[in-house]
């Protein structure tokens, strides 16, 4: 706001180039004023410069002000680079830049993160540009809430590449594609072939709170919490006929299971139907004395604290 109460035109823009781990990296540059309501041309070289780099919840952004430069005029020394940037931008298919992140992590109910999932915009598509005062087109949220089930009626879990391949930061990680049974030898869509495969979870499971259901996809990481193994312990079970009661009482262990989850919703297209797609990317335990302060804080809060208990609701600390 100025100092006459008169809103300032803000708007954000959406450059990339070709470095980083991935040679592709977005970046949103906010603009103000009369930049804001300027017309831009995309797929073509800009020169920014002199603009301030804000950080908020891990991203980073550009933000300009009076001094900055904002131009599509390439100088002479800079041509040879544009053009290899333009080139480079096609060659790699205008990658779309990442959706948006809105939600902020904030902890609601399940009724509350349907509702706000109805706002939930598209992912831009390739190559468009990003409309920055659009709706957010993904959500993270924490909720409470128990497993009811997880869906078994196929594995949930697949068989994964364990190549190392370059992370893009100077180390390795496993290639982690899923691999196809090719008559004795497993091979992934990288090419890769692998005598034995390594199994990762891939799960969809049902979870409830006091408000409503919700199903999510979960990956390795929480499928391990919830079986309490990992998915080749599971695996071993689920292909050993003979140990099929085993393995029924492994598949109910999730079961009723209450947990803190932080998961991010997007809008996908699934047989040509759209639905929004919730994954849960981390599962811990309900911290029970945090959560019993917050409720008596809650209560204290709507009816009154009774005398002397003000400031310490709970022993024993959080
Ligand atoms: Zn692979
Ligand atoms: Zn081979």
């Not at 009076?66 to 100088?75: A, H, I, L, Y």
């Not at 259901?213 to 079970?237: T, Y």
């Not at 003000?310 to 022993?315: D, I, R």
Request: net charge negative.
């Amino acid at each position: 706001l100025r100092a006459t109460g008169e809103q300032k035109p803000k708007r954000d823009i959406v450059v990339w180039d070709n470095s980083g781990p991935e040679r592709s990296l977005h970046i949103p540059i906010t603009l103000w004023g009369d930049r804001a309501t300027a017309e831009y041309a995309t797929d073509v070289p800009v020169i920014v410069r002199g603009v301030r780099v804000r950080e908020w919840n891990g991203s980073k952004s550009l933000s300009t002000n009076g001094n900055s430069v904002v131009s599509f005029e390439v100088p002479p020394d800079l041509q040879a680079d544009a053009q290899d940037l333009v080139r480079s931008w096609a060659a790699s298919g205008q990658p779309a830049a990442p959706a948006r992140g809105g939600g902020d992590g904030k902890r609601v109910t399940i009724e509350e993160l349907h509702a706000e999932n109805v706002n939930l915009g598209h992912a831009p598509e390739p190559g468009q540009p990003l409309d920055g005062n659009g709706p957010a087109a993904a959500h993270r949220h924490t909720v409470v809430a128990t497993i009811t089930s997880v869906i078994t009626e196929r594995p949930p879990y697949y068989p994964a590449c364990s190549q190392q391949v370059d992370d893009g930061r100077g180390k390795t990680r496993s290639c982690n594609k899923k691999l196809t049974d090719e008559g004795g030898e497993w091979r992934c869509m990288s090419g890769h072939c692998c005598q034995q495969p390594s199994y990762r979870y891939l799960l969809r499971a049902r979870v409830s709170d006091h408000t409503g259901l919700l199903e999510i996809s979960s990956f390795d990481e929480v499928g391990k919490k919830m079986f309490g193994c990992d998915a080749d312990e599971l695996a071993a079970l689920w292909e050993d006929e003979g140990r099929s009661e085993e393995l029924q009482r492994k598949l109910k262990r999730p079961n009723w299971q209450r947990c803190v989850l932080t998961v991010r919703s997007v809008r996908e297209v699934w047989q040509d139907e759209e639905r929004v797609k919730t994954s849960a990317n981390d599962m811990r335990d309900e911290e029970w004395k945090k959560e019993a302060r917050r409720r008596l804080n809650d209560i204290y809060a709507t009816f009154g604290a009774p005398e002397g208990a003000v400031g310490s609701p709970v022993a024993g600390g959080a």
